[in-house]
């Protein structure tokens, strides 16, 4: 349970600290993320899985395709909580996650990902 909160304390700074930047990532403005809430109900492994991982993530980065772009596999709730940090990083501060090439993830994906790494990736 330490390294749990280990883990959210860091999210949470690295949270905060992001936010002193005006959301400015390489120069370029980033438009807000939507702050609508996504349903208690919504913050599960499963539906991240359905809504978020399988159409955006698994193509680069599932153990059961035998990609892992970076070493990340989103298709293991253990390996996803060990990298809640770089998959936040990655994907809600910096914005690089889905790569340029591939489709964005939309506003409702955007949240339910932030809101479900925020409350400690929850099964």
Request: with cysteine.
């Amino acid at each position: 349970m330490k390294r749990w909160t280990q883990i959210l304390i860091l999210v949470m700074f690295v949270t905060l600290f992001a936010a002193c930047d005006g959301g400015v990532s390489d120069g370029i403005a980033l438009p807000p993320i939507d702050t609508k809430p996504v349903p208690d109900e919504d913050l599960k492994y499963s539906i991240v899985t359905d809504e978020v991982f399988r159409p955006a993530c698994y193509e680069c980065h599932s153990r059961a395709t035998g990609v892992t772009e970076g070493n990340i596999g989103v298709d293991s709730l253990v390996e996803v909580r060990l990298n809640i940090p770089a998959i936040y990083d990655s994907t809600i501060l910096e914005r690089n996650m889905p790569p340029a090439h591939k489709p964005t993830l939309t506003e409702r994906q955007l949240s339910l990902l932030k809101q479900w790494l925020e409350a400690g990736a929850p099964e």
